[in-house]
């Protein structure tokens, strides 16, 4: 059976943020990531659509990538959240990262048909800047390695709406 | 209008290789990057659809990711193709690659509504590893920079089958 996610900072973003086609809530053909906390990791769990393959019977790396980025963010989101001392669930406005860099090893091929689950350590490496170490695994199975570098939502993106 | 790529490595794909969510042409659901050359760039072109946007206005980071991604497996497989003395549309069978590892920078938001173009440039760093390094375009504005491990399909994809 899938985890789930209690307090998933996704659900918190306000309307005008909540349209990502990863995580968005609003977005209807998107793949609603949430993410919350599980300790001091942070967890997204997914189980992927049938057509997310790369192969039959492997999942496709681009959605791995994905799962990673806003995965990343979404960390990045919450760690930042608790430093201002608030959790997801309290109703306060949480803060809005946007990814710089994104990376992805595939250590094993992904099976298909289990729920993903992707557990992140955050760093915060500048007030406006964190990064994230994310595993994936499939199952108990470690598939993928990654880490984001995610930088508080700049200016260029509301300046040129 | 967008770039039409002529001769894509993905249309010579044996069937059973065929189902990859980002650039397989038999999966329905799926992205259907088609990756041929340009003189001696590989190139992919994609408009992305109204739901993969990051923020209303953009596009979502983990597409152009995908886009990458292929664009790298087939940037790969079109050079081993080519020092194999072929070209896609000669009917002969193609190499097959999967990613070994990916890696993004976001260098500014992404436009939604033009199409992307992915360039890449390939460089073998082994007989069975090829280093592609990939820059997306959207008109002419540079937007991600990337570059794929792309390594020959290992047995273990096959063997767990």
Partial sequence: ????????????YP???AWCFGCGRLNEQGHHFRT?????????VYTPKSEHMAL????????IASLIDCHGTGSASLALHRKNGFEPGDGQG???FV?????VDFVKPTPHGVPLKALGKVEEVHPKKFKV???VF???????????????LPNSFLKER
Wanted: charged fraction near 25%.
């Fill in 138 to 152: 499939a199952d108990d199975i470690l598939c993928a390695r990654g880490n984001v570098i995610a930088v508080v």
């Fill in 133 to 135: 170490a994310v595993e």
């Fill in 94 to 96: 949480v803060p809005r």
């Fill in 15 to 17: 309307d005008d943020f």
């Fill in 1 to 12: 059976m899938e985890e789930k996610v209690l307090h998933a900072i996704q659900d918190e």
């Fill in 56 to 63: 039959p019977g492997f999942v496709y790396g681009g959605l």
């Fill in 36 to 44: 919350g906390w599980e300790g001091d990791r942070t967890i997204t």
């Fill in 99 to 103: 990814t710089a860099s994104l990376h």
